[in-house]
């Protein structure tokens, strides 16, 4: 974006039309880059859900968003989607120092050793399931590794889960992600789901104050339960079974980086065979591409705090401002050839804070970026490794296509596998 003498102001460019909600639904991902590059600006004015919105795509936009002060989430995201997702009270509703105080707290729970524990857990679900997967005809991967999910971070977080609750928890905490993106009936749904799930957490967060489940000293459910937030107090029953939530709905949810993962290691057999041969930093930049690549959370929404001035353009007070985290993971100044999948691309240079936005980007404690990028990475590399090193499978003819206009978007089919069989580590 060019920059303008400081008292010029200049119009953000609109796409000129009177709601483009439909449209929005009809290009998903692309929404946002298509219209600036049809209007070659990164930054344009539009109308969803008949309210006014300022979108912008890039690196340079992304520092505006997360590297300033100007923004809260509040009234940033409709509340079908708020609702399923982060809710009201969470750490994402929050600014400034409370923000912080809930944040640390998010962050004790994510720290190497933790991440480590939830990776265990993670792998050895998986291989309790690999015999069964052997002995089915085929199976849909996304089901199965959402499952695994759903037991591993139960069993890290001290929430106990047993015999067929699993599979009606999994449910309900994948729903909240997979109606999010979705109007009427699914949505629906999805609240449903929610308010049942809301129900558990709440008794789990009772329970773990009571002192009737056992946990350890850093069991998640405890330090939710138990943690004091800024004013000093517990927090609210209801608000800490969202926190629980925040943390139990998208570890689960890393299941969708992990079937992209399968997907590149079927598309790519040169990609495959330097994972098995390069070990570590390869893997770790192959995870980081899989983030970059997926299509996952296509914008995140802000509004203005106080009105400011950037690069010539007036940002007026309760505007509400789109960023585009698929079109900046994609944007072809920061990422050479963005729809090639090129781990390598990684491994010669660090992402900045800016340009690599898929969990958003930023600082964490000051900031709304995702405290789960630790998990999300971990998890992914996991089952990378189980996919390459601990067994063997066919990929059958089924449909592999993504729709970029589905949010959140998957292969089609869900990644079905056949003739598993288990190999040594
Ligand atoms: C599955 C992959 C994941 C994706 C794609 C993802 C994406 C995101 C995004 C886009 C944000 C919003 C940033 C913003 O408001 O600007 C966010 C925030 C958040 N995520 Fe994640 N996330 C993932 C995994 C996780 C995990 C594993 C956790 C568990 C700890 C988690 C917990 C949170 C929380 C608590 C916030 C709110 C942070 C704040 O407002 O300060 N996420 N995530």
Redesign the pocket.
């Known amino acids: 974006m060019p920059e303008t003498p400081l008292n010029e102001r200049l119009p953000i460019p609109s796409d000129g039309v009177l709601d483009s909600t439909l449209a929005f639904l009809r290009d998903g991902y692309l929404f946002v880059s298509k219209r600036c590059d049809r209007l070659d600006s990164d930054l344009f004015s539009t109308r969803l859900m008949l309210r006014r919105a300022v979108c912008m795509r890039g690196a340079v936009a992304a520092e505006l968003f ?1 590297g300033s002060d100007h923004f809260t ?1 509040v009234g940033a995201m409709p509340v079908t989607v708020a609702r399923l997702l ?1 809710d009201y009270g969470s ?2 509703t929050l600014d400034g120092a409370p ?1 912080r105080q809930r ?1 640390r707290m ?1 962050m004790s ?2 720290k190497p050793e933790a991440v480590a524990r939830l990776a265990e857990l993670t792998e050895a679900e998986w291989l309790r399931r690999l015999p069964n997967w052997a002995r089915a005809p085929k199976i849909v991967l996304f089901d199965e590794v959402r499952a695994i999910l759903a037991q591993a971070v139960c069993a890290w977080a001290g929430v106990p889960l047993e015999g067929a609750e699993t599979a009606r928890r999994t449910r309900e905490l994948s729903e909240m992600i997979e109606s999010a993106g979705s109007v009427g009936p699914r949505n629906w749904r999805g609240q449903l789901l929610r308010a049942r799930s809301e129900r558990w957490a709440r008794d789990l967060v009772r329970r773990a104050r009571a002192g009737t489940l056992p946990l350890g000293e850093d069991a998640p459910l405890r330090v939710i339960a138990t943690h004091l937030d800024h004013d000093g107090r517990l927090l609210d029953v209801k608000v800490a079974a969202v926190e629980l939530l ?2 139990l709905r ?2 689960v ?2 299941a ?2 992990m079937v992209f993962a399968a997907l590149v290691l079927h598309r790519h057999p040169d990609v495959r065979q330097r994972v098995l041969n390069e070990g570590e930093p390869y893997l770790e930049a192959f995870a980081q591409e899989v983030r970059r690549q997926a299509p ?2 296509p914008i ?1 929404g802000g509004r203005v705090k106080e009105p400011f001035d950037w690069r010539g353009h007036r940002f007026a007070q309760g505007d509400w401002v789109i960023l585009d ?1 698929y079109g900046t993971n994609h944007d072809p100044r920061s990422w050479s050839a963005p729809k090639a999948f090129r781990p390598e691309r990684l491994l010669e240079r660090r992402p900045s804070p800016f340009d690599l936005i ?3 980007g930023g600082e964490h404690l000051q ?6 990028e630790g ?2 990475i971990e998890l992914t590399k996991l089952a990378t490794r189980m996919l390459t090193g601990r067994m063997r499978y066919d990929v059958p003819a089924q449909d592999l296509l993504i729709d970029l206009a589905r949010v959140p978007a998957l292969p089609e089919s869900g990644f079905v596998i056949k003739h598993v069989a288990a190999t040594r580590a």
Do not use: D, E
Not at 367 to 372: A, S, T, V, Y
């Open positions: 997360y989430r982060q750490v994402q923000h944040k998010f729970l994510v925040n943390v998208p570890t949810a890393v969708r980086f996952f959370f995140i985290l898929p969990q958003g900031g709304h970026r995702c405290p789960g998990i999300a």
